[in-house]
């Protein structure tokens, strides 16, 4: 199988050409193929249809494996488009099972995407949506990784292909899978990212393909107030959100984003998020950082600040790095937190670190693409350019 997917440009805008068709989602897959002039206007829903079973649910890299498809419209799919896998320049794997892929989209452009054995119904891939992170969060790896691109659809759908690849799991299996949820928890912020982010959800949940369910797909935001709703209403994914601090004054060092969506702000958002019931909670991420954020005061707080809220709460051991001065809190530290959620009704709410030893848990991911300044990022369109000076 091929690996290169040539987008061949490396500035902050993606290079467009030659299209990869994992990328797109049914209607703009119907509209690339009349564009191209594979097939005329009236036949291009039905060969969209053949087209797309190859691609999504067979996991093909080769137009020439689409055996219903004549040779000569093969052909001319080659021509105009590719399906190239982008090239896995590392691919690690932990001794808890956890595996990691560095993934070159093009040159200098480097993701890391990692698959955690059982998390979810069976396994889950926490995905990447951004190279680095526009966003400066203290005790986040990803973001001292200062260069910004967001990923294409093709790029995030990409990252579920290799995995699925590497996993054994073509044709798309519907029952017995290793591969079950997704999340958006690698590098980025997906709200900065939405529209590639919303595509590429479309296309992963279709089910003639990939069919994984909008309910098993998770969307982690630092906390993008205005694009939260838009998020529900556009993708129907469970919302996560890395709260980390139950008042603004911390929670302005922790994820400085906050001092442009302060906690109110941020609540009132959820509160709205659409479709939210106890079968469909929220995610509540809660980083333990030994003195900092760790005390009972504040997991009394916490309950206070999500009262009424439909909710999950998920406390993250600390994951050091290089040069980082936090600390993960104690064990009886985050166990006596824990307790005081438990007491309130929350079950679990400990997530074991994993992956550590090949520094893919969260917030260790961290490419060594380059820098681009934020004024090349505004120039270039990449929302959240803004906030890299926050
Ligand atoms: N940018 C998005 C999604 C990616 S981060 C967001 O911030 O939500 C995924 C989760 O890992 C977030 O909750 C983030 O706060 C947390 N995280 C970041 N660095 C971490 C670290 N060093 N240890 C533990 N969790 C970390
Ligand atoms: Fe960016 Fe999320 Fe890391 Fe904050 S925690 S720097 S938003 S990736």
Known sequence: MSLTLDLSRTTATPSAAPVNLSGLTRAELRQALIDAGVCPPEKAKMRASQVWSWIHHYGVTDFAAMSNVAKD????????FTLARPEIVERQV????TRKWLIRTAPGIEIETVYIPD?????????????????NCTFCHTGTQKLVRNLTAAEIVAQVQIARDDLGEWP?????????????????????????????????????????????????????????????????????I???ATNDPLRDVLVPLNKKYPLEQLMAAIRAYPGLSNARRVTFEYVMLKG??????????????????????????????????YECSDWKTIERFAAILNKAGYASPIRTPRGRDILAACGQLKSESEKVRASALRKAGVEGGEAEAA
């Open 73 to 80: 419209m093969q052909a001319k799919l080659a021509e105009a």
């Open 94 to 97: 932990s001794k808890d099972g």
């Open 119 to 135: 998390v979810g119904r069976a396994g889950a891939l926490c995905v990447s949506s951004q190279v680095g992170c526009t966003l």
């Open 172 to 240: 798309s299996p519907k029952e017995d899978r290793c591969l079950s949820n997704i999340v958006f928890m690698g590098m980025g912020e997906p709200l900065y990212n939405l529209d590639h982010v919303s595509n590429a959800i479309d296309i992963i949940s279709d089910n003639e393909g990939i069919a994984i369910s909008r309910r098993r797909i998770t969307v982690s935001t630092s906390g993008v107030v205005p694009k939260i709703a838009e998020l529900g209403e556009r993708t129907q994914t469970m919302l996560a």
């Open 242 to 244: 890395s709260l980390h």
């Open 292 to 325: 900092v954020n760790d005390s009972p005061e504040e997991a009394r707080a916490l309950m206070k600040l999500i009262e009424g809220i439909p909710a999950k709460i998920n406390l993250i051991p600390f994951n050091p790095w290089p040069g980082v001065e």
